[in-house]
């Protein structure tokens, strides 16, 4: 044994294993990063959902003033007649 190729052995190793936790480390700041976009996506939904039930509540609330103002309204007209 040489001892010139155990260190070129040593060195193939510590190469390989520094690659691995670099890799590792960019793919671990790369799903973070996703993570945090995931977030963000969810609140805006959240927020456009939240507006469309208040949208929806809304148009709700009118018809049900409409229908009140429409009975009213016959309820005055047949007084009248």
Do not use: H, P, W
Not at 53 to 70: Q, R, Y
């Amino acid at each position: 044994m040489d001892l010139t190729n155990i260190n070129f052995e040593l060195f193939d190793a510590c190469y390989v294993l520094v690659g691995f936790v670099l890799g590792s480390i960019l793919v671990l700041i790369y799903a973070n990063n996703l993570k945090k976009e995931i977030k963000v996506l969810k609140r805006q939904y959240e927020k456009k959902s939240i507006g469309a039930d208040d949208s929806s509540l809304k148009v709700k609330t009118l018809e049900n003033k409409i229908a009140t103002l429409e009975a009213a309204l016959k309820k005055q007209l047949e007084k009248d007649s």
